[in-house]
């Protein structure tokens, strides 16, 4: 995986005379970035360009975007092959594409780390060089001949006994490596038949009435909202209904990778090309349509295209008479659902309880389509949510949702006492449930009062039911993951934090959870990188700089801590994170001036009062912080006591130790 750090390796010019051919993609870990360095500069005072991230990523443009780009105009793919890289997905797609596009790969082996089944099948005809055999210099010399003169390394051969490479379509052999034996053509291609006859499924394509396979490993799509092409333009709330609806239908059945609302909504009102959609979105299919309506008469268009290429694998008109526009909406959903044959792949979706209401409709989805990682968009999704049910008492997603917004609340700091947020949260999910007991956000909001509540097991039993009903919800992997944060069940906190990323890529918190689930592990630069990537299609995401610069400070860079802090959205974590950085820099007055009034005036940030006063060393102020944070239920208290890299001056006080046996959390 490719990191963000700031800096690397200068650039070197090439000398005259260099082929401005001998261009090399660095591909690494971020746990080897000190490797992928010292490699670079290697090559490029040899006059071999190489193009790094986050080096070469230019300012302002999209981090995935910029890596595609480059994997595709580099001549050679160079993958620093380690233990930390096999286990990286980040790395597995760069190696993946540029096999895609017949790159030649060469591998810079640093360990003897087992190679899975993937990585086998990529690097089986690559050319090698090994560090941990050869050395360094040896090493970097033979990859560097390899690089100016593609063939004339020898290449190293794999391990014994390697696994045998998965099943799928065997891409030409990459330029200087040895040539594929026509009898490996012929059995992958046997193989490559005998899963897409028993796999695969047929969608036909409107028009020509040819069927166009789409594999077992194309079970992924993401819904994009619907263009409203009404002549008045007055018919957004149905296009956006419309998408949201088959999404719903789609997101219930198992064995499809549906990605979530959060992330195929960031594209409303762009003319974005599908096949860069489907990248970002790491997506097989994109649902694409529209909606015009006139008089009384409604057209709605749906298309489902491939994204490696941008090929309509089917398409429908629907031609209806609009006498209920929900009841409408509703039946072409389930049609265009239908036909696309997904009921095949896994169990009948169930409708959520809804709303015959179209207004109360119309601002539940303006509060779903405004909604943002921030203070201001969750309150503004709250009253649009409040009007809604005084429209519509008994629909069930409007109360959910409306539960959720006020648990955020507590996240961005507010008046409201602890206890009168509890009551609205509760409140506002027992309504959903009564009305659906199925509800996924009622659940998982549930799960998390009970959980900020100290009541562990009340919180895992709601996350059980809510896993039982859907386990691959974005939602529910959410709560899990912060579950399980709170319990240093750090590694299946990344797990489900990275679950979560592959079904909603450009979700804010999503991000958050990684991130924080890896700085707890002391994978900092990782964590770091995670928050990276994020602002790159974020930059205004409230908490987000404050929260990289904490782990900037607990990795002793608190000066480049400063200047993050520097785009913090949110003046008050603004100066929690400068007192945090000015106290690391030995700024002591500095951070006592600004700490004065954030004392008198502590709101909901007691937990991070704690945290100041821990990271000083300052264990009786940590602790009388860390009491009053317990007193008012604020919710970092709970994910991150026992766990958190600021709190381990106080480690090994009984005072602390007390505190988190009174937790009774879970092993």
């Known amino acids: ?95 993946e594409r540029a096999s895609s596009k017949r790159k030649a790969i060469i591998a810079v082996r ?23 055999a050869e050395g360094r210099e040896r090493a970097f010399a033979r990859l560097t001949q390899a690089l100016l003169a593609p063939g004339s390394a020898p290449a190293a051969p794999p391990p014994a006994q390697a696994p045998e490479p998965p099943a799928r379509e065997p891409s030409p052999p990459a330029p200087g490596s040895a040539p594929l034996g026509r009898a490996r053509w012929i059995a992958a291609a046997l193989v490559l038949a005998a899963v897409l006859a028993a796999g695969g499924y047929m969608s036909r394509v409107r028009g ?9 490993a194309d079970k992924s799509i ?119 044959k997904v ?5 009948p979706p169930v409708r959520q309880a809804g709303t015959a209401n179209p207004e109360a409709y119309s601002l539940y989805l303006q509060s779903l389509a405004d909604l943002r990682f921030d203070a201001d968009s969750v309150q503004l999704a709250t009253e649009r949510l409040q009007r809604s049910l005084a429209l519509d008492p008994n629909f069930a997603p409007a109360w959910a949702l409306l539960a959720d917004l006020y648990s955020s609340a507590m996240v961005f700091g507010v008046k409201d006492s602890y206890q009168a947020l509890r009551e609205r949260i509760l409140g506002a999910a027992n309504h959903a449930l009564a009305l659906d007991p199925r509800n996924i956000e009622a659940l998982t909001a549930i799960s998390n009062l009970y959980f900020v509540d ?78 990276r990537q994020l602002l790159v299609f974020r930059p205004d995401a409230e908490t987000m700089r404050y929260r990289l610069a904490l782990i900037l400070v607990t990795d002793g860079r608190a000066g480049d801590a400063l200047k993050e802090l520097q785009d913090e959205k949110s003046e008050r974590w603004q100066l929690i994170g400068r007192i945090m950085a000015l106290d690391a820099l030995g700024r002591r007055s500095e951070a006592d001036t600004l700490l004065g009034p954030l004392t008198e005036n502590p709101g909901t940030w007691q937990y991070q009062l704690a945290q100041i006063h821990a990271l000083r060393h300052d264990r009786d102020g940590a602790y009388i912080w860390l009491v009053r944070a317990r007193d008012i ?23 602390y130790q007390a505190l988190v046996a009174s937790l009774k959390l879970p092993p």
Request: with cysteine; charged share 25%; glycine share 6%.
């Open 208 to 216: 020509t009435g040819a069927p166009a396979p789409v594999t077992t």
């Open 110 to 132: 640093l360990d003897d780390a087992a190679l899975p089944p993937a990585f086998e099948y990529f690097l089986s005809e690559s050319q090698w060089a090994d560090v941990a």
């Open 343 to 347: 009921s095949l792949l896994g169990a």
């Open 222 to 340: 993401a819904v994009l909202p619907f263009t409203d092409m009404s002549e008045s333009r007055d018919q957004e709330f149905f296009a956006d209904g419309m998408a949201e609806q088959i999404l719903d239908l789609l997101a219930q059945i198992p064995s499809l990778k549906v990605i979530a609302r959060t992330s195929s909504f960031q594209f409303k009102g762009q003319s974005a090309d599908v096949r860069a959609v489907g990248e970002k979105l790491g997506v097989a299919t994109v649902l694409e349509g529209s909606v015009r309506k006139a008089g009384d008469h409604l057209r709605i268009t749906a298309q489902l295209i491939r994204a490696a290429d941008g090929s309509h694998l089917w398409s429908q008109v629907y031609d209806a008479q609009v006498k209920d526009v929900l009841r409408t909406q509703d039946e072409i959903a389930s049609a265009v659902v239908s036909a696309l």
């Open 1 to 95: 995986m490719n990191t963000d750090t700031p800096g690397g390796t200068p650039k070197a010019a090439p000398p005259a005379g260099a082929s401005p051919e001998a261009t090399a993609f660095i591909s690494y870990a971020s746990a080897d970035r000190a490797m992928a360095d010292e490699l670079t500069a290697y090559l490029e005072a040899r006059g071999i360009r190489c193009w790094m991230a986050p080096r070469d990523v230019p300012p302002g443009a999209l981090y995935a975007d910029a890596i595609v780009r480059a994997i595709n105009e580099a001549r050679t793919l160079v993958l620093i092959l380690s233990r930390h890289s096999t286990e990286s997905r980040h790395v597995g797609k760069e190696l």
């Open 454 to 531: 100290y009541d562990p097991q009340q919180a895992g039993e709601a996350l059980r039911t809510a896993r039982e009903i859907a386990p691959q919800d974005p939602n529910v992997l959410s709560q899990a993951a912060f579950f399980a944060i709170g319990s240093c069940r750090l590694e299946e906190a990344e797990r489900d934090a990275r679950t979560v990323i592959e079904h909603d890529p450009l979700n804010v918190d999503s991000y958050r959870i990684l991130a924080t689930a890896l700085w707890f592990q002391g994978r900092n630069r990782e964590a770091e990188d995670a928050y």
């Open 633 to 655: 239920h604020d919710p970092g208290y709970i994910n991150y006591l026992k766990c958190d890299p600021a709190m381990k001056p106080m480690r090994d006080d009984p005072r």
